[in-house]
C-alpha cells in the first residue's frame, strides 16, 4: 500500500514525502487506519517494520489546533528511543506548526525539558521514569491527554518500569485511546491491555516479514580467548562502511573498544553506565561517519536506528534469542540488505546457535575466518583497481621528483613504484595481528556416540590439579564445554596434586585432547594428554561427594576409602 492511499492529510504526505517514503510497511497499513478510527490497539511487530511512523502519524493527526495542553504522550524504554522518536516524528509533523513536539528523559537537563514543556508542548515522548518525575513536579499536565502509547512495551517492563507505567495510566484521563506495541506478549503485558485498554484490537506481523530475512547470517568458530584478534581480521577483510559490535557486559564493551581503538580502528562504546551527554557524543560521531565501528550492550542499543549499518557482529552469543533479533535488525533497516556475523567460541554454543536458528527460522552458515594471506591479496587487489582506475596524468612536480630519483639515486621505475605501494600498505598491514588461528576440530559422534563402555576407556591427563583449586565439577564443566558431549560421556575423574585424569571413550581420545588442550579451567590454563601413569595413586574422584583429596590428607583417607570399598 502506497501511502496516498491511506486518507492523510497534505500536511502529513508532503513529509512523508520529503522522507522518501513511498510504499508503507504492513504494520504501518493496518494500525493507522485503526488508529485514526479512535480504537485501543496491540501492536505485535518487530523491530525495524516502522512502527514510529505507524502511531507517530496518526498521532500528530489527532492534534488540535487550539492550545489544549499536551493532548499524545508517547513512553519509550529508553533515552535513545525517546530522542529517535521524537526526531522521527519532527519530520512527520515538519509542516503542522501547531504540532509541537517534545522530548523528555533522564540524565538530561530538567529546567530545559520544563521550559519547553511550558512552551506549549502538545505532543511528548519520554522515559516513564522522567514522565512521572514532570508528573509529580506538576511541569506535566495530562488531564486533556487524549492519546497514550507504549512503544517497545516489553522492554519497559524488562527495564523495570511497570509501576511507573501503571501510575501514569491510572493518573491520566480514562477517555482516551491507548495504543501498545510490543515485539513479545508476555503475560505481564497481558495484564496491562486487560486492565487499561478498552476493547483492544490485535494487530499482529506475520514472522514471514521480519526483516531478519533479508539479512545474511553467519557464524565463526574462534578459540576462546582469540576472539579480539578474531573480530580485527574480520574488519580487515569485510571492511564495514558501518558496523555494530555487540557484548554481553559493559565491561567486555569498554576492554573491546580499548583492543580496537589501540590498533586504529574508528570505534566508540555505548553501555548503560555513560552520562547522557557523553551517549549522545558518540552516537553524533556514529551518526556523522567520524567512527564507523559501535561497540554496545543490548540495552543500550535497544532500537536505535541508524541507516547505512552493513554489519552487525555478535562479539558474544546474545543471551536470549530475541536479543539476537533486534541485534541483527540494527543492519537490512527498512529493506535494505546486510549481514550479521556471531563469533562463538565452545561446543556448547553451537547448539545454541542451532536452537536460535530454528527459532527464528532462518540460516546461520558457518564461515572460516579469512586468513592474513586473503587479507593482504584483497588489499593489493583494491590497491590496484584503484591505481588502474585513476587517470591523472603526473604533475610536473611529481614527474620531477620520479626523475630525480631515477637519476640520482639508480632505482628503477618499478622499483619507486613498488616502495611507494609498501609504505601505503604497510601502515594497513600492521593492523593485522599476528597469530595463526588453530583450527577447531569438529565433534562426530561417529565414533562412540558420546557413550563410555567400560572396555573401551582411556585416560587423560589435565595439568591441573588440587593445587590449582579444581574440583572435579569444573573439570567435567570444561569438558561438556569444550567437547560438546554429553556429561555422561565421561567416566571417573581423579583429582591429584599437580594433575587430573579423567576417563573418555577410546574413540573420541584423541577429539577430546584437541578440543581440551589449551582451554582454561577455573581460569587456568591447561595442557591435555594422554594419561600414562600407573593407576597406583589414591585421589578424589568425580560422584564421591567427598571434598576432599586424600592424596594430600592420608592421616584421614581411611574411612573415606572404605565408603567407597
Ligand atoms: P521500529 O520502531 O519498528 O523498529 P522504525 O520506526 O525505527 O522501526 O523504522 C525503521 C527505519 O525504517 C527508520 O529509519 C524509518 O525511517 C524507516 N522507515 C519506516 N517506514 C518506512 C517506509 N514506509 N518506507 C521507508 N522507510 C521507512
Ligand atoms: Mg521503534
Redesign the pocket.
Known amino acids: 500500500m502506497k501511502f496516498n492511499e491511506l486518507q492523510l492529510t497534505d500536511e502529513v504526505l508532503r513529509a512523508v514525502e520529503d522522507m522518501g517514503f513511498v510504499e508503507t510497511t504492513e504494520i504501518q497499513a493496518r494500525s493507522i487506519p485503526l488508529i485514526k478510527s479512535g480504537i485501543d490497539i496491540i501492536g505485535k511487530s518487530n ?1 525495524g517494520t516502522g ?2 511512523a505507524a502511531f507517530g502519524i496518526p498521532a500528530i493527526e489527532s492534534i488540535s489546533r487550539e492550545k489544549n495542553g499536551v493532548e499524545v504522550l508517547i513512553l519509550c524504554p529508553t533515552r535513545e ?1 525517546a530522542m529517535q ?1 521524537c526526531d522521527e516524528i519532527k519530520k512527520f509533523s515538519r509542516y503542522m506548526s501547531w504540532v509541537k513536539p517534545c522530548a523528555v528523559y533522564g540524565g538530561a537537563n530538567m529546567d530545559r525539558q520544563i521550559i519547553e514543556l511550558k512552551r506549549g508542548a502538545n505532543l511528548v515522548v519520554g522515559t516513564p521514569g522522567r514522565v512521572m518525575d514532570h508528573m509529580r513536579r506538576r511541569t506535566l499536565k495530562l488531564h486533556n491527554l487524549k492519546m497514550i502509547i507504549l ?2 512495551a516489553d522492554e519497559m517492563l524488562n527495564m523495570g518500569f511497570r509501576e511507573d507505567i501503571e501510575c501514569i495510566l491510572q493518573d491520566i484521563p480514562e477517555e482516551r485511546q491507548t495504543i501498545l506495541f510490543s515485539a513479545t506478549m508476555p503475560p505481564a503485558i497481558l495484564a496491562i491491555t486487560n486492565q487499561y485498554q478498552n476493547n483492544p484490537e490485535l494487530i499482529k506481523i506475520d514472522q514471514k516479514y521480519r526483516t531478519v530475512d533479508t539479512i545474511e547470517q553467519y557464524y565463526f568458530e574462534v578459540p576462546s580467548g582469540m576472539k579480539t584478534e578474531a573480530m580485527q581480521y574480520l574488519l580487515l577483510a569485510y571492511e564495514p562502511k558501518a558496523s555494530m559490535i555487540f557484548c554481553n557486559t559493559k565491561k567486555m564493551v569498554d576492554e573491546l573498544t580499548d583492543a580496537l581503538t589501540g590498533k586504529g580502528f574508528k570505534a566508540c562504546g555505548l553501555h548503560g553506565d555513560m552520562k547522557q551527554a557523553q551517549r549522545s557524543f558518540v552516537m553524533d560521531k556514529f551518526k556523522s561517519g567520524k567512527i564507523n565501528i559501535l561497540i554496545a550492550t543490548d540495552v543500550a542499543a535497544r ?1 536505535i536506528d541508524v541507516s547505512g549499518v552493513d554489519v552487525v557482529f555478535n562479539y558474544d552469543l546474545p543471551q536470549d534469542n530475541e536479543y539476537y533479533i533486534h541485534r541483527i535488525g540494527r543492519t537490512g533497516r527498512a529493506g535494505k540488505s546486510g549481514s550479521a556475523y556471531t563469533l562463538i567460541s565452545n561446543r556448547k554454543q553451537i547448539y545454541e546457535l542451532r536452537a536460535l536458528s530454528k527459532y527464528i527460522k532462518a540460516d546461520i552458515v558457518e564461515k572460516e575466518l579469512p586468513e592474513k594471506s586473503e587479507i593482504i591479496n584483497n588489499k593489493m587487489q583494491k590497491l590496484v583497481t584503484k591505481i588502474t582506475a585513476a587517470s591523472e596524468q603526473p604533475l610536473r612536480e611529481e614527474a620531477e621528483i620520479i626523475l630525480s630519483i631515477l637519476n640520482k639515486e639508480g632505482y628503477s621505475p618499478e622499483e619507486i613504484a613498488g616502495i611507494l605501494i609498501n609504505l601505503r600498505l604497510n601502515k594497513e598491514f600492521r593492523n593485522i595481528p599476528e597469530f595463526e588461528l588453530p583450527k577447531v576440530k569438529k565433534y562426530s559422534p561417529k565414533h562412540s556416540g558420546g557413550k563410555l563402555t567400560k572396555e573401551k576407556a582411556s585416560k587423560i591427563e589435565i595439568s591441573a590439579g588440587k593445587l590449582h583449586r579444581i574440583a572435579p565439577n569444573f573439570i567435567l564443566g570444561a569438558l561438556v564445554e569444550a567437547t560438546g558431549m554429553p556429561g555422561r560421556s565421561f567416566g571417573k575423574i581423579e583429582i591429584f596434586e599437580k594433575y587430573s585424569t579423567v576417563e573418555v571413550p577410546e574413540a573420541d581420545l584423541e577429539f577430546v585432547v584437541d578440543a581440551m588442550d589449551n582451554t582454561k579451567i577455573n581460569g587456568k590454563k591447561v595442557s591435555v594428554k594422554l594419561c600414562e601413569r600407573k593407576p597406583s595413586e589414591k585421589s578424589l574422584r568425580h560422584g564421591s561427594g567427598s571434598r576432599r583429596n586424600d592424596h594430600s590428607r592420608r592421616k584421614n583417607q581411611g574411612g573415606y576409602h572404605r565408603k567407597r570399598k
Open positions: 523491530t512502527k514510529t528511543l522518536a512503544d517497545e532500537g
